[in-house]
């Protein structure tokens, strides 16, 4: 029972979003809508359950002054600095809140905003260390791969498109041509329809309760 | 049947049931009858696909023998798990960073359940962090029936999988806090990636962990192909439940989208040669077109 | 350990240390560098261009603050142009944290520098959970996702929003993003509800979308920072995207330079490995 009723569950509301698809609105009502809106409110309580684990598995080290507890302290800070004046009713304070000008706004534009971009930033020092690391001519694919990722490095910046434009005029738009609105076209729509059967499938076996795996069980 | 006949049924019945499409009107969706006619071709397509996938399904039932090509990145699992659990350093798993109701995250989640059954047999430890709530309950679940099937359910730790940020970039700090920290042996991402996928992996990388990694994003397989040791690329993620489990129903699901994929290309090619010989295309673009 | 072995295993923070140099130094000693315009920008900007005056665009903000150095100077030319054109905006975002932020400041920003006033001349109705319901939502009543916007003010209550009832009412959707929504505006709003549409995305993300370009699902594409400055050059406001424009030559040529020495020193490793033996 404990396994069969989620199967059920899951068959019905994939069933309910394939009839949603293919029958007309006026005999169907909205149904898929509907279970949309349903699968937002329950994300939203299930907001509760990450604040839940987060002050679970951090205030225990803390408590225990277990090894880098002082992270864990300032982690559980900064989730009280920015949860609970964000929760606050505007009223008490114009501070309180999520609106503009408000301990939340500034927290985010100040601090969160620039660390994300700081993080985002870092990916320039990787690849080049990626690229330093792996990018080597081993055989006739990889010097491939290699020879047309410098083209397109090049191409995508205006030192090397002058450069390109200096050899013939026509080749940076030979480049786009070729290269992005070619093989890149081919590659990228292999792959996107090959995950998207794939997906299809895993989808069409969730709903026939084949694929039990995302919720504890082992596939029938 | 041999093959030959069963892809010439199949194509020729696709494409007659689809071209009763073009005798609707196309031009604006009217709501007339039962069906959105305006969606007939999405119908027949999702009706072929359906039988295609049942078909091969209750053939392998039957006990049918179904070929599947090996795939280095799966066969690597266990391997980085016997390496994590020699060197007594833990298992890094992330089923990616986006929400439940993505099919990456699923397949992920699928992928971990075999691999807690691993950790779960070796007694190594496991770290699952993840970026949503929903999928934090899915993953205890995952993790906690692997576990329990494997007898060592009061072996597990129930902190082994935990709620780290809900926002992207803090989500990539935190996890690469804990790899440089704890220095996993073996890392494990697999599940929809974004921009910080080369984040991740290059840290990894840098920590000394042997790293398999699967995504359906095809912008990101180029930076974890640069990154890891093994990538499992685009529908490997997803073929990833039927290859380590190796049941017969799940392979013969994989021969029917094969199946499909056939259909696909001989539609492509069959296209190309349309469009390439012929003036007037305009049927042709409305017998694919999906409003 | 030969040089060459040594050079294939330099310790990563020394390339940390030449990117970083290499991004500072035009900061400090900027570079006039020639910029052409690739024709999937001048498809976006000649769309908007033929738009005709006051008709209404919506503006979208889906990216992070992580991305905002690709894409905010999208936004930015992309208001320039808009406003210049005397066209009405209404943005929205499907990115909850942050998002409204953004297009507040943003379009704030901008507004003053041409004299717009809200709810008038643009609306920002902000975030709403769950994109697929919204966007399809906004097909048939924009109100009905949106009851206010995203300072609370009744849509009623704006006059732009008079008139802008569904997407039948908006001449042209401008994403700009730096994930995956780009898919579901293509899948669900261009198919369904037949809107052209034209993007900004990160570099990472372009690639993907020339397959929408070539089957004229999408009209023009910005792709990363370089898509970014090509608007810029386009609507004759050179600004973040065209200075960045200089690091990341130079960083380009760096890496590529990288790629270059890492693979002659495995080879002269690979060489000597084998006189030897």
Redesign the interface.
Known sequence: MKSTIPVIIAFLSGLAM?AA???????FGDVGGELLRW?SI??GF?????VI??V??NIRPVMRREK?WYNKLALLLAVAATGIPAVLPVSWSPMLGTGDNSIYDWLFNNM?AP??ST??A??AF??A???F???RARNTEATMLLVTAVIVMLWRVPMGESLFASIHPDLPQGINNYVMGGINIA??R??????A??????????MLG??R???????? | MNFARRFALTFFLTLILSASAMAQDNQAPV??????SY?FN??VL?VV??AA?TYY?NRAKRGEKLFIRKLAGLDAVEEAVGRATEMGRPVLFIPGIN???V??T??G??I???VAKITARYETPLHVPVR???V???AQ??V???YI?EGKGDAQDR?AV???A?????F??TVNGYMM?ERPAANIFMGAF???S??L???G??AGSIQIAGT??????P?F???CDYTL???E???A?AYL?H?P??LG??K??DW??VL?IAAIITGTLITTFSTDVEWLNKLFE?? | MSIWEKIGNVD?RWIYLAVALTVIFPVIFPLKLPMNVTPEARQLYDAIEALPDSCVVMLTFDY?A??TAETRPVSIAALHHLFRKNIKVVTMTTIP?GGPSMASEVTRLMAKEYGKTYGVDYVNLGYKANYTAVLLGMGTSIEGIYPTDQYGTHLAELPLMQRVKNYEDISFIFIVA???IVDNWISIVN??FNKPMGAGV?A??A??FYSYLQANQMIGLLGGMKGAAEYEMLVNKPSMAVSGMNSQSLVHLLIIGFVVLGNVAFFAARRRKGTSE
Request: without cysteine; negative net charge.
């Open positions: 394939v698809f293919i029958l007309s609105p006026g005999k699968v329950i994300a299930t907001l509760l359950l990450g684990s987060i679970r598995v880098g969160n660390m994300m993080m985002f870092m990916l990787y690849i260390s990626a690229a690391r792996a990018f590659v990228q292999r792959i996107i329809i090959g995950s059967m794939e997906a299809a499938t895993m989808g069409l076996r969730i084949i694929e795996t995302y919720m504890g069980g082992s596939s029938k | 709501d007339e009858g039962w069906f959105r969606r999405a119908i999702i696909f359906s996938i399904t929400e439940i109701d099919m990456d699923i397949a989640l699928s971990l359940g075999r949503y709530p929903m934090l309950a899915a679940e995952v906690q029936q692997a099937e902190d935990q709620y780290v809900g926002e992207q970039m803090a990539t700090a920290r974004y921009a910080e080369l984040l992996a290059e840290t990388n840098a359906a994003q095809p912008e990101q397989l930076f192909i640069a990154a690329m685009g529908e993620l997803f073929a439940s489990s049941e129903i799940m699901g994989l029917g989208q499909m994929k696909i999906v409003r | 990563r992070y992580s991305a944290l730096d994930n995956g198919a369904q990160t990472v993300m690639p993907k």
